[in-house]
């Protein structure tokens, strides 16, 4: 045997990794008797169980601004006759979203550099998401240009808060216990989406006013993070020489990814892939109620039945991955995105009752593959990267995601611009078939990466299996 492995029976000589999944599966059975609330307590340094909880709740309150408003009443309420109308307005809501999520891209380094300074984070997470909460609130009752630029500055606040709000979680938990409590963060999350569509479907909320009813409830549902959650020592400064660092640091990290087998390539297939994810879970509303013919009320009912679909089949995509293996997996899921894009865009074509089962089966589909890609391709990431710079690798693969968002609104965008005068309903689906071609792209680069390349320490027959392992688990890139 090798210096460092198991050697029977009688040897004593462990691997670190096997230690330390004997420590966290001994420290998790001393806890399997604790009640709930002493269960969440046990996973903060605080010993507090309102902390975990304030800080899930954040995650409940920023995601009712992603559903209500990103992915439900910007697009109605842009295309609508009294403002820009259905082909501008289609444009200006890719443009507002490519200048929001691109300006983000741009500053991240420096926000990064920011968070990573070692200061406060909390006092710039208050910042970032008044931000975002304030401008929501106006943009309602805003003339149609002003209401663009609210919403600009808006989705801008709110992609900003989640660097600040992820890198709190070093705050809130232990090394043993951060996996699970971002898992509970997850989780939580997609309870906000699930409780802002009830919500507005109960009340009959209408696009005009869902702006400031989402506002609203984010700031209401974010107040705990900010009460319950402490920080210590002072609000971290950067300077022009941590700034040009981080940069720096980007070309470092691209070229370190291109030494590890795959990695780069997966990289680069995932930015076209994501691409028609990104953007389908943005233009969903607007397809529903201009190009369906669905009422406004319908269109927030289709969305919070993705959700709804994309929550229960995420546990089956992950026994998938633990069965077949994230590449495998993820290969699956882009072809029921494959499916799903041409029943849809077939779908807008024919009326009546067929049209719309056809219409509702292809968004099964497509909620299916959203939580499968998120669950398979996180996985094909930690698979693809080296412990030691895991960290430093999701930064890249959350750069990806948003320079794809960047590209993929700007394609779908100018599709319609240029070709809804001359086909109308046809644009439409002109425009999801140039998402279905960049997402075929992307499968085609993914191809022939593999994940087993024994270099990130998950490939090792004599480990455990990846279910037992400590919960490590890095943040969860957005």
């Known amino acids: 045997m090798g210096r460092g492995r198991w050697a029977g029976p009688r040897g004593h000589r462990t691997r670190p990794y096997d230690r330390a999944v004997a420590a966290a599966q001994a420290q998790a059975s001393r806890r399997t008797g604790l009640r709930p609330l002493e269960r969440l307590a046990s996973l903060t340094p605080s010993g507090r169980a309102g902390v975990p909880i304030a800080w899930a709740l954040y995650d409940f309150a920023n995601t009712i601004f992603s559903f209500a408003v990103v992915s439900g009443a910007i697009g109605l309420w842009l295309v609508a006759d009294e403002r820009f109308g259905e082909r501008d307005g289609n444009f200006i809501l890719s443009v507002a979203i490519v200048v929001s999520v691109g300006l983000n891209a741009i500053v991240s380094p420096i926000l990064g550099a920011l968070s990573d300074r070692g200061g406060r984070r909390l006092p710039f997470l208050l910042a970032f998401t008044a931000l975002c909460i304030v401008p929501t609130a106006f943009i309602g009752a805003s003339q149609p240009v002003l209401g663009v630029l609210l919403f600009i500055v808006a989705n801008f606040g709110y992609q900003a808060a989640l660097i600040y709000y992820d890198a709190t979680l070093k705050t809130v938990s232990r090394p043993e216990t951060r996996g699970r409590l971002s898992g509970i963060g997850v989780g939580i999350g997609y309870c906000g989406t699930i409780f802002a569509g009830l919500f507005m479907l109960a009340l009959g909320v209408p696009v005009n006013d869902r702006f400031f009813v989402a506002a609203v409830l984010f700031a209401l549902f974010a107040i705990p993070i900010f009460v319950f959650v402490r920080e210590s020592g002072p609000i971290g400064r950067v300077t022009f020489t941590d700034v040009v660092g981080s940069l720096a640091q980007l070309r470092t990290s691209v070229a370190h990814a291109s030494a590890v087998p795959g990695l780069l390539r997966f990289l680069v297939g995932r930015f076209f892939y994501s691409d028609a994810v990104n953007t389908i879970i943005v233009v969903m509303s607007v397809v529903t109620t201009r190009a369906k013919g669905l009422s406004d009320q319908m269109a927030l009912l289709v969305l919070l039945g993705l959700t709804v679909v994309a929550i229960f089949a995420s546990f089956g995509w992950g026994r998938l991955v633990d069965r077949l293996g994230p590449r495998r997996t993820l290969m699956i899921v882009l072809a029921s995105w494959a499916v799903g894009l041409v029943l849809g865009a077939i779908s807008l074509s024919v009326d009546g009752p067929i049209g719309l089962a056809m219409f509702l089966v292809a968004g099964g589909i497509l909620g299916s593959g ?22 430093e690798f999701f930064g890249l693969y959350g750069l990806v995601g948003k320079g794809s968002q960047v590209i993929g609104q700007l394609l779908y965008g100018l599709t319609l611009l240029l070709f809804f005068d001359a086909f109308g309903v046809g644009a439409y689906q002109l425009a999801v078939l140039t998402l279905l071609g960049t997402m075929l ?32 688990a890095p943040l969860e890139p957005r």
């Open 370 to 391: 959203l939580g499968g890609v998120q669950v398979a391709d996180r996985v094909l990431m930690v698979r693809l990267s080296p412990p030691e710079r895991i960290g």
């Open 441 to 472: 792209l992307g499968a085609w680069i993914l191809r022939p990466v593999s994940d087993q390349w024994s270099g990130s320490g998950e490939v090792d027959v004599q480990a455990p299996p990846e279910r037992l392992a400590p919960a490590t």
